[in-house]
């Protein structure tokens, strides 16, 4: 931690602006707490955060975006792949008028185990969610505070913060930065990750497409099942007129459980949309004023 915190100095104190680092502490027991004990004494500058027990990444982030008090926040892990010097590069993507900013690993010195589930992962992302990023996974990442008012991050959350903060309609960019082999501590990411993170991608896509208009969701593929069993009816009904016996064939019952899974879908729709009518009733709206830029008076 020690020569992280020299490397963040270095990069961060000819930029002549007032900066804290905030560690944040995730249940190690190897002796951690103790070095950033000494190095809080040490340094003005440093805020050290120690949770109970190791509850992952997105609590770990979670806490230090709570603890952070500048109008700009950089993540970083502290591993010491990500290097510090990039930091005012970010910095200066963000000045270019960007609410988010995030790290791009282009020559990722990771083992090939790692690179392609990664990349796997960030396509399917991208794809699903219409936000063009080549590197979701990168630690290193910089944030106006504002997109982190109200932001709640669990499991495999922390992903998808620029997908989220793209829903929420910042604007988020991707900038090209050094990535270092590990020589600190070993990584515990392994495939199960990606395979939750698979199952939280598609609660983002949803509350992030669909929470204001989940009718357009459920009742979209219900009304495709429903046509498409009201298809199989006709068709058995013809032949039915045309004298031939329906009763054992598989496609009567395929057709109906259809229609009947269509009307229970458009169904559901109706009720997600009174459930949202109402919590927008309740709440007064003020969902809106996310999407709002500047005011003009």
């Given at each position: ?98 609410d988010l900013v995030s790290g791009w690993k282009t020559k990722r010195r990771d083992p090939l185990s790692r690179r392609i589930p990664s ?93 204001q208009r989940p009718l357009h969701l459920f009742g979209g593929l219900g009304l ?74």
């Amino acid at each position: 931690m020690a020569l992280l915190h020299e490397e963040l100095a270095a990069a961060l104190d000819p930029l002549d602006a007032d900066w804290e680092v905030v560690f944040v502490d995730d249940g190690s027991t190897d002796g951690t707490f103790g070095a950033l004990t000494r190095l809080h004494a040490a340094h003005d500058e440093v805020r050290v955060i120690r949770l109970r027990r190791n509850f992952g990444k997105a609590a770990a982030l979670q806490a230090g975006f709570e603890h952070a008090g500048g109008d700009v926040v950089v993540t970083i892990d502290g591993d010491l792949q990500d290097d510090p010097a990039e930091i005012p590069r970010l910095l200066a993507k963000l000045e270019e008028g960007f609410d988010l900013v995030s790290g791009w690993k282009t020559k990722r010195r990771d083992p090939l185990s790692r690179r392609i589930p990664s990349r796997i992962f960030n396509g399917v992302t991208c794809r699903l969610s219409g936000l063009r990023l080549h590197d979701l996974n990168c630690g290193l990442k910089a944030y106006r505070a504002e997109v982190l008012h109200g932001l709640r991050i669990y499991g495999e959350l922390h992903r998808f913060i620029p997908v989220l903060a793209h829903y929420r309609g910042f604007r988020v960019a991707e900038l090209p930065v050094n990535h270092r082999p590990r020589e600190h501590g070993r990584s515990r990411y392994g495939l199960e990750r990606y395979f939750r993170g698979f199952l939280d991608l598609l609660t983002v896509t949803f509350m992030g497409r669909y929470r204001q208009r989940p009718l357009h969701l459920f009742g979209g593929l219900g009304l495709l099942l429903g046509a498409l069993g009201v298809l199989l009816l006709a068709y058995l009904t013809v032949l039915k007129l045309m004298g031939e016996a329906i009763g054992h064939r598989p496609l009567l019952t395929l057709g109906v459980l259809l229609v009947v899974v269509g009307v229970q879908l458009v169904s559901l729709g109706l009720v997600s949309e009174l459930v949202a009518s109402h919590h927008e009733e309740q709440t007064g709206g003020r969902g809106a004023e996310l999407h709002v830029d500047e005011i003009l008076r």
